[in-house]
Every structure is written in structure tokens, then in C-alpha cells.
């Protein structure tokens, strides 16, 4: 930190380009600082569904506090945050443990094989499996709340189901909610494509915009899409209607294929151009263009 004064000097700068920059040491800087920025790409993917990511953010604003409390001389204030963030990142651990646990047994079940395309083929199968599934049980009145997890954390409410990690079927999603069951009361929660748990409770929304015809499945689905960003699915064990609650919105009586044009919007990514993502392939590819004599 002592020496960031000399970036704001013109004679740092001159002497700097006037070294010889294309050497080994150069390149294997500038490979350090790749794989750091890598790590931390990794880091910020790993932990965008928990609650500790919000740490993070935490910790970077007194890092950034404490940066120009340097520059500036403030060398109170910069010990003083330098302390918080010690003993906050402990604190943090400690508090946030099962969010990290969770973060790093998903990265250990993630090999590079694991694609795009994969990923996208996986929500397609997610997304039929719910439209066979909301078919089913809507010709038939059977009620149903299904929260499916997006970037915000679930976990806490995920804590008061019954746990079943298993993979997502139309008939496993049937059979939860055929009345009388005992897990059919509740709601079932989908994360990372499975199953995580049936029965568990969601916050009751208390909004008076809520048509009083709707009861507690509704009100159920509209108190988490307040609270997160998750889509929940209700089939009207009454009507046999099927609504989204989404951001803090209900959407009722949807037709099979409003609420699949929702789903596919809101769970399955945009496909982009392979070419265009990985410029190493456009490389080779045009290489071998021009050694072929192609124009």
C-alpha cells in the first residue's frame, strides 16, 4: 500500500514502458493474474445461490473502504477496517457454513465435461416433465405448489420439508400430491434440477391484491416470489386453474401454453453461438481456413 502513490507519478509510468516488457517473468505475471481472476469467477459462480455471497459483497465494500483510507492517510480508519474484515471473514464462515458446504460439494460433482448445451438440455427435460405433470393433475383438480430455486437461497425454507434429493419426474410430482398422501401437503421445492423437498412451508403473503377466491396455495406463492426470485407453479385443487407467482406477480388461468413460454423463458438460458463463445475454436478454425488456401 505504500507504494500505490507511485502510480499517480509520470515519471512511474515512463520508467516503467521503458523496461524490456516481453520477457518470461512477464508472461507468467500475466498467468497469475489470469488464474486469480479465474478463481474468483469460480468462486463468485460457486456462491451465487447462497446467502454467503452477500457476505462477499460485505467484505468488498470494507476492502474498498480500507484502500482509499490508505491512499488518503486516514491510518485509523484503516486499522479499524482492517480488524473488521479479519474477524468478519472468521465470523462469516462460521455463520454461513452450510451455504459454503453445500457451494463446494456442488463444485465437486462439476467435471469439465459438464456443458452448455447440457445444462440447456437438462431444463428442457425439467420443463416437460412440470407440463405433463400440471396436465395431469389439473384435468383432475389435483392441488399442487411447486417453488423451483433461481438465484436466491431456498435453504431456509428447504429446512422445513421433508428432504428427497431425487431426480424430477412427472410421476414422482404426481404421486407427491395425490390427496391424502403425506406429502402432499405443502410445497415441493426444485433445485438444481431435482426434487429437493415436498411438505416444506412458504411465508404467507399478506397482500390485499390477492383476489379473495384464492386460498393458502396462492397466498403461499405470492409470499415467496415476494421475498425471492423464484417461480412457483399452483394447479387450483378447486378449478383446476394453473397460476405463476414470479417477482411479486400472480399470473392465473394460464393455458398450457402461456405458462410453458414462461417456464422455458425464466428456466432454460439463451443458446448462444459456440463460435462466438470460445475464441480459441474461432482461431483454429480460421487457421486451418488459410492454410487450406480458402477465402
Do not use: C
Request: aromatic share 10%; proline share 2%.
Amino acid at each position: 500500500m505504500s507504494n500505490i502513490g507511485e502510480w499517480f507519478r509520470l515519471e512511474y509510468w515512463l520508467q516503467f514502458f521503458s523496461w524490456d516488457m516481453f520477457t518470461s517473468s512477464l508472461f507468467i505475471n500475466i498467468l497469475d493474474v489470469l488464474v486469480v481472476w479465474f478463481m474468483i469467477y469460480k468462486l463468485i459462480q460457486l456462491l451465487r445461490k447462497t446467502k454467503a455471497l452477500q457476505l462477499f459483497k460485505g467484505v468488498a465494500v470494507f476492502v474498498a473502504i480500507r484502500f482509499f483510507s490508505e491512499i488518503i492517510g486516514l491510518h485509523t480508519l484503516s486499522w479499524l477496517m482492517d480488524q473488521i474484515i479479519v474477524y468478519g471473514v472468521i465470523a462469516g464462515i462460521v455463520i454461513f457454513q452450510p451455504e459454503i458446504r453445500r457451494g463446494l460439494e456442488h463444485l465437486g460433482r462439476t467435471t469439465l465435461l459438464n456443458s452448455e448445451k447440457n445444462k440447456i438440455n437438462q431444463d428442457e427435460a425439467m420443463v416437460t416433465a412440470l407440463d405433463k405433470a400440471l396436465q395431469y393433475m389439473s384435468k383432475r383438480k389435483i392441488g399442487a405448489l411447486i417453488t423451483i430455486e433461481n438465484n436466491t437461497s431456498l435453504e431456509e425454507y428447504i429446512e422445513t420439508g421433508i428432504r428427497l434429493d431425487a431426480d424430477l419426474s412427472e410421476e414422482l410430482l404426481i404421486n407427491i400430491f395425490i390427496p391424502n398422501t403425506p406429502l402432499h401437503d405443502g410445497a415441493v421445492i426444485i433445485r438444481d434440477g431435482k426434487i429437493a423437498v415436498a411438505s416444506a412451508y412458504l411465508p404467507l403473503s399478506d397482500s390485499l391484491l390477492i383476489p379473495k377466491h384464492f386460498g393458502t396455495r396462492h397466498r403461499a406463492a405470492v409470499g415467496i416470489a415476494e421475498v425471492t426470485d423464484s417461480l412457483t407453479l399452483i394447479v387450483s385443487e378447486e378449478t383446476g386453474e394453473i397460476s405463476i407467482a414470479h417477482q411479486n406477480h400472480l399470473y392465473s388461468n394460464l393455458t398450457s401454453e402461456e405458462y410453458v413460454e414462461m417456464l422455458n423463458q425464466n428456466l432454460i438460458p439463451e443458446v448462444k453461438d459456440p463460435e462466438k463463445k470460445n475464441i480459441f475454436v474461432t482461431l483454429w478454425k480460421e487457421i486451418n481456413r488459410l492454410t487450406r488456401g480458402d477465402r
